[in-house]
């Protein structure tokens, strides 16, 4: 993608400073823009540091991180920042109301081909469309901590959204070397709903006294977390069998009385037309010709590599 488009981050607290950082690192000009003079001085201490340690680290060269240091500008400026933006990033305060004061400035204030992505964890995207002029450039575009980082960002369309909205974001988070998808404008979309869901039974652990919250991280991080970087949760469930998870959401469900456990009609479906995953060739995906053997071998490969990593961190301190 062209990286003559200039980039306007809005907010630069926790996520907007480090969504500014990936957006120069990528090669992009950058005003990072905050109501707070104070905040705009912590963001950049904060961001030459993140830079000059993988510098040290020797993640990046001295040029790149230089250069990418040099493509941000600091700003408490919104109207003249986003009368120069071809693209927005919004990263303030999780408040819907703040939210949509900004979209309604923004909407005024930017060209109407301007694409304004917000960052929200949780909102529903079609309030800020709402309050757009042009609501078919508002579009959700969620990252996650740290953001120099981890790679995923949500793309979240509205109903007002444009499929060229839509397609430009996705452009653009390659572009800063992300991994997105799409997914539906619904509460926590995809990644929270989960997130908060695995949260509440954790808590649930410790509040029941079965496991302090330092015996619950070593459990998580060294099973189910283990394999989650490398699997998802549908790939999880065909190795491990779709008549085992079945038998385990029963039992739960019996014991817990709990309406999360109920056991999936799609599961018992499965079940009943022989999809156990990959021990009978077919699961959530399909493992013919040949499949089955290559996913053990990339499932061997991938375990491997981060249980050297984990053991590494984790088991020899050399973290
Ligand atoms: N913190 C996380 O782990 C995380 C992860 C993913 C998404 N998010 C989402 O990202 C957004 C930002 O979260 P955060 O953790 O960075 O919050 P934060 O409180 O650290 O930063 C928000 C910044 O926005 C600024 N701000 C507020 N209103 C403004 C306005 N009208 N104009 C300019 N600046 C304004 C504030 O001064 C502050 O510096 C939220 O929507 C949050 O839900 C957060």
Redesign the pocket.
């Known amino acids: 993608m062209d990286t003559s488009w200039k980039i306007m981050v809005?907010?630069?607290?926790?996520?907007?400073h480090g969504i500014a950082q990936c957006v120069a690192m990528a090669g992009f000009n950058v005003r990072i823009?905050?109501?707070?003079p104070g905040?705009l001085d912590k963001?950049k201490v904060l961001v030459k540091e993140h830079l000059e340690g993988m510098v040290r680290e020797g993640r990046i060269d001295a040029e790149l991180a230089e250069a990418s240091f040099g493509r941000m500008e600091f700003h408490d400026d919104?109207e003249a920042s986003a009368t120069w933006a071809d693209f927005v990033f919004?990263?303030?305060?999780?408040?819907l109301q703040?939210?949509r004061?900004?979209f309604h400035?923004l909407g005024a204030l930017t060209r109407p081909d301007v694409v304004l992505a917000?960052?929200?964890?949780?909102?529903d995207i079609a309030k800020l469309c709402d309050v757009t002029q042009h609501p078919e450039r508002v579009i959700g575009m969620?990252?996650?901590?740290p953001?120099q980082i981890t790679p995923c960002i949500e793309v979240i369309p509205a109903g007002a959204t444009s499929a060229e909205t839509v397609e430009t974001a996705k452009v653009i988070a390659e572009a800063v070397r992300k991994y997105p998808t799409a997914c539906a404008n619904s509460p926590g979309f995809v990644a929270n709903r989960i997130q908060f869901a695995m949260a509440a039974e954790a808590l649930a652990i410790v509040e029941e006294g079965l496991a302090t919250p330092e015996e619950v991280d070593r459990i998580v991080t060294s099973s189910f977390g283990f394999r989650l970087s490398a699997f998802g949760p549908f790939e999880i469930a065909d190795q491990a069998g779709i008549d085992v998870y079945l038998s385990i959401f029963k039992y739960l469900h019996e014991m817990l009385g709990r309406g999360q456990f109920a056991p999936p009609p799609l599961l018992e479906k499965m079940v009943q037309d022989g999809k156990l995953g990959l021990k009978s060739g077919a699961g959530f995906y399909n493992y013919g010709d040949g499949a089955a053997d290559a996913l053990r071998r990339t499932r061997d490969k991938r375990l491997f590599d981060r249980l050297a990593l984990f053991r590494a961190e984790r088991m020899d301190g050399s973290d």
């Open positions: 809005v907010g630069a607290g926790t996520m907007g823009v905050d109501q707070f905040v963001a919104l919004e990263a303030v305060f999780e408040d703040v939210k004061e900004l400035r917000s960052n929200t964890s949780s909102f969620h990252w996650f901590h953001p």
